[in-house]
C-alpha cells in the first residue's frame, strides 16, 4: 500500500544580482529536502525566470494573463503545494525581484505553504522576513516557518554553506509542518474561489 502523494515544493532563490550571497544558501536548503521521502522538491532561480516589472494590463487576480513570460511564470507555481522562499535584506527589507514574482500572480498562491528563509549580516535577514509576511498573508499563504541565516555565523566552502545544526533543526521543523499541512491545504485549493 503506497503512501501519500509527496508534497510538491519549490525552493524560489529571490535574489537576481550576478554574485549573491543566497545562492549556497538556497543549494542547501534545496539538497536537504532531496534527503526526504514526502518532499518531491525542483529549484527556482528568480535570475533564470528573468521576469520584467509588473507588465500585465489586467489584475493577476483575473487570472488573464497577455504575455508568455507570465504565462510561464504561472505554470511553474500553479501545481506546487508548497514554496521556500530564499531572500536577502535589503535595506531592512526583501528585495524587490521578490515582491515583482509575487506581484504577477494571485490565485495561484493561494492556500500553498510558505516557508522564508532569510540571510543577511547582523539582523540574519529577519527584518526582510517581517515584511514579507503581510504580502504572504494577502496572498492567501499559509506561513509555516522561518530560518534565518546570519552571514557571518556560516562557512562557506566552495560554493557550499557548512550550516550549524541549529539551522538544520529549524529547517527540519519548516519541511515537517509543510508536508503535515499538504493535505488540507490541497482540498482547501480544490473548493476554489469564494468557496465555490
Excluded at 161 to 179: K, M
Aim: negative net charge.
Amino acid at each position: 500500500m503506497s503512501g501519500p502523494d509527496p508534497c510538491q515544493l519549490r525552493v524560489i532563490l529571490g535574489s537576481t544580482r550576478p554574485v549573491r550571497a543566497g545562492e549556497p544558501v538556497a543549494r542547501w536548503v534545496f539538497e536537504t529536502i532531496q534527503q526526504r521521502h514526502d518532499v518531491a522538491a525542483e529549484f527556482i532561480d528568480l535570475a533564470e525566470v528573468n521576469l520584467p516589472f509588473l507588465d500585465e494590463p489586467r489584475q493577476p487576480s483575473d487570472g488573464d494573463y497577455q504575455h508568455e513570460h507570465t504565462r510561464r511564470w504561472s505554470a511553474m507555481i500553479e501545481p506546487v503545494d508548497a514554496v521556500i522562499l530564499v531572500i536577502p535584506e535589503y535595506n531592512h527589507s526583501f528585495n524587490a525581484a521578490t515582491k515583482n514574482a509575487l506581484d504577477f500572480l494571485y490565485h495561484e498562491w493561494r492556500y500553498k505553504a510558505v516557508g522564508i528563509v532569510c540571510y543577511g549580516g547582523g539582523a540574519r535577514g529577519t527584518r526582510a522576513a517581517q515584511h514579507l509576511k503581510p504580502v504572504l498573508s494577502a496572498l492567501r499563504m499559509i506561513h509555516v516557518g522561518d530560518v534565518a541565516v546570519g552571514l557571518s555565523e556560516v562557512d562557506v566552502t566552495e560554493g557550499r554553506l557548512e550550516p550549524p545544526a541549529r539551522l538544520q533543526h529549524q529547517l527540519g521543523v519548516l519541511l515537517d509542518e509543510a508536508v503535515r499541512l499538504t493535505p488540507h491545504l490541497r482540498q482547501l485549493r480544490q473548493v476554489g474561489p469564494g468557496g465555490q
